[in-house]
């Protein structure tokens, strides 16, 4: 039987800042520890300009139950991935044992490139072709087109009216 999130959660005693900084620890881990400031701008760019990205982060940075819901979705959808629930797990555990940060625009921005990231894979496109070289030897080559961010902060919308009562 597997076990769901919501169980390792408890069995860890989880709480919300926990939830919160395995949240930063998994995307630290799949961003390949980009700075938070490069994720907004990574942000920025996929939906053509910081304002969007900015006014959901204020949301995140003033609303903890918008804050928690938006990282509960970026940890059950990693969760509900056989690839990634052993990384989740570890940032679970992670989270538990270390000191947190403070700063909450650094967990929003991790939050919002989180929910990119699990909507996207960050990829649009993967091509992978192989070719004969002349020698006879085979050759593979991969082509990736990223993903923009407007589906993620349309989600992370949805997830604010919801809570907001919109």
């Not at 709480?15 to 620890?25: G, L, N």
Request: net charge negative.
């Amino acid at each position: 039987m597997n076990q769901s999130l919501a169980q390792f959660l408890n069995e860890q005693q989880a709480d919300a800042t926990t939830v919160q900084h395995a949240v930063r620890y998994l995307v630290s881990e799949l961003s390949n520890d980009i700075p938070p400031e490069v994720m907004q701008s990574q942000l920025a760019q996929a939906v053509d300009g910081a304002a969007p990205v900015d006014e959901a982060t204020a949301v995140l940075c003033t609303d903890s139950a918008a804050l928690l819901d938006a990282n509960l979705a970026v940890l059950s959808a990693l969760w509900d991935d056989p690839e990634h629930r052993d990384l989740v797990r570890d940032a679970i555990v992670q989270a538990k044992n270390r000191l947190p940060i403070v700063e909450v625009t650094v967990i929003a921005a991790c939050v919002l490139y989180g929910l990119y990231l699990v909507t996207t894979g960050g990829k649009r496109r993967e091509v992978r072709k192989i070719i004969k070289r002349p020698d006879g030897s085979w050759e593979e080559s991969v082509k990736i087109e990223f993903a923009d961010a407007k589906g993620p902060l349309r989600a992370l919308g949805g997830i604010l009216a919801r809570f907001l009562g919109e």
